[in-house]
């Protein structure tokens, strides 16, 4: 049995991804979520204190396709000091009228961040004022490299604001964009970032709100990426009050984790305003109406998006073994 499951490393995955156009993939993956054809099982997770950490696992299957999967996917904050990534894991796929082991996946969390950096680009490519000065990124960690990677793909403006704790990552993070396309400022703090940027991406796992409502310019987009349990939390929950359109990757997952979970909790949130990311996909002119509009992207990371990635690597392998 083992002989015919396919073990891909981290090294194959990460040739395997040049190869895919991954904005299409993932969200066809929102889109079959959002219209019903995805079963996706409330998130199983694991809270760790000491040191602080997390391990989430997500898992389901899209109705009509041949596999299921079950993502495996750690985050352990203090790893970056021994010289190890935050992000750890792996996605076992297997068949979904057998329940056979097909493929395990020891993307070690790299399939997770890059899902969860499209995502972010998907709402850009929707929601996000297409002429900008500059755009804003809170937060120096893998999320907030990654958001550079793929920017181009969705956005042309070359202009970027950080703002991070630690001076030295600010630094580092800049050094490590120096001979690319981006010129990027230090912002000396999230007041002044969202003084110069109509569009801020939040990459941070804080618990205490960063971005607070009366930062905000009118025209804003923000996609908030880091609040994923139930205690993270980027965004005050009055600047959710204050927005006009709210964009959420899974309602359902919202009532238990991220900025609508917050605001929600707080009697702060309109829930009229919220629209989910795969219904927008399909019917873009739920979006910006016009150029004043605040609009928030709350992404809190759905198993489609894992399925949707999970399959594409395992159909790549397959053919590139038939050659």
Known sequence: MFSDISIISLQTIQEYIKALDLIPIIEEGFVSYSTGKAVIPPVAEILFENPKGETHIKYGYIKGQYY?????????????????SSS???????????????SVLLDEGYLTDIRTAIASMITLKYLAPKEVDYIGIIGTGIQAHLQLKYLEQVHTCKNIIIWGRNKEKCFAYQKHFQDGPFQIK???????????????????????????????????????????????????????????????????????????????????????????LGNLI???????????????????????QDISIATSIFHYHKQIQLK
């Open 88 to 102: 750890q894991g792996l996605m076992l796929l297997f068949h979904q009228k057998t329940g056979q082991l097909l």
């Open 186 to 276: 230090i912002a000396n703090s999230i007041s002044k970032l969202a003084e110069e940027c109509k569009i801020i991406i939040t990459t941070t796992p804080s618990e205490q709100p960063l971005l607070q409502e009366e930062y905000i310019q009118n025209g804003t987009h923000i996609t908030a990426i880091g609040s994923d349990t139930p205690h993270k939390n980027e965004l005050s929950s009055a600047l959710l009050k204050k927005s006009d359109i709210i964009v959420s990757d899974s309602i359902v997952q919202s009532n238990t984790r991220g900025e609508i979970f917050q605001a929600r909790e707080k009697n702060l949130l309109d829930e009229s305003k919220i629209i989910e």
């Open 68 to 84: 299921f999967v079950i993502k495996i996917a750690s985050g352990f904050y203090e790893n970056p000091k021994m010289g190890i």
């Open 282 to 304: 399909q019917n873009p002119k739920m979006g910006r109406s016009n150029k004043e509009q605040i609009s928030i992207a709350d992404l809190t990371g759905v198993a489609v």
